[in-house]
């Protein structure tokens, strides 16, 4: 269903007490509707409410997304990544959303049961292993070299981060999420010269909002993945007309 405005006294609208009596109309601030319409993208396009309902995380189109910053997961869904392989420190519902954008995904989990889930019916890109919690940081120094490193561990993520400099690429990024918690982590991955970027956002299944942080290798050159960065976003507007403010 679409809304529009009508004000009283225009040719567009009726005097205020003829409104106000129409029981087919709805009488609404601007803000008001302003509200009305941003949180039913987040609820709608964004997946929230059927995220928080189900506890799966999903964009409203139904695609499994990892529990990380709308933002973010907007923003790398633009980027071409075929040809990137990726060492996933914390595997879960994120798994199935980069082993279906990467060329080769190797997830360490800390969890038994998760990782056995994980490894049940998986692609042919990813490979799943248990590690305990102690030895994940030494665990994942031993691998590699790798374009992408995702930090979402239940392990200590300052040492998980000391050995995720030592194995990427250049050209690649570190992914280190729940960065709000974990500034000392991030600092360690800032000191590693590496160019921080941070998406402060609502995620699915959380009330709050938190921060996703990308740390990008100086040699890092983002390549669309649709032709276009950034994408339309979910929930935006598309000019009917050429913007001829954007001819080259």
């Not at 995220?51 to 529990?67: Q, R, V």
């Not at 102690?134 to 050995?163: T, Y």
Request: hydrophobic share 40%; glycine share 8%.
């Amino acid at each position: 269903m679409f809304w529009t405005h009508l004000i009283p006294g225009t040719r567009r609208g009726d005097d205020a007490d003829g409104l106000r009596n129409n029981i087919g109309v709805h009488e609404l601030s601007r803000g008001a509707m302003f509200m009305a319409s941003a949180t039913h993208i987040l609820a709608r396009d964004l997946g929230f409410l059927q995220s928080a309902e189900t506890e799966a995380a999903a964009l409203g189109n139904g695609e499994p997304i990892p529990l990380m910053s709308y933002g973010f997961i907007e923003y790398v869904s633009g980027l071409a990544l075929q040809t990137f392989d990726c060492l996933e420190l914390g595997g879960g519902r994120s798994t199935a959303f980069w082993a279906t954008r990467m060329r080769r995904v190797l997830t360490l989990e800390t969890d038994s049961e998760i990782a056995r889930q994980l490894s049940l019916d998986k692609p042919a890109n990813l490979e799943i292993s248990h590690v305990e919690e102690a030895r994940l940081p030494a665990a994942a120094g031993q691998f590699g070299p790798f374009d992408a490193v995702i930090i979402d561990a239940a392990a200590n993520r300052v040492a998980c981060a000391q050995s995720a400099l030592g194995i990427l690429k250049p050209g690649g990024f570190i992914v280190l999420d729940n960065s709000d918690w974990f500034p000392n982590t991030a600092s360690i991955l800032r000191d590693g010269d590496l160019i921080q970027v941070d998406f402060h956002d609502f995620r699915p299944s959380h009330h709050y909002r938190c921060a996703t942080s990308m740390f990008l290798h100086r040699e890092f050159r983002p390549a669309p993945r649709a032709g276009r960065l950034p994408l339309q976003p979910l929930g935006g507007k598309t000019p009917l007309e050429p913007n001829r403010w954007d001819i080259p």
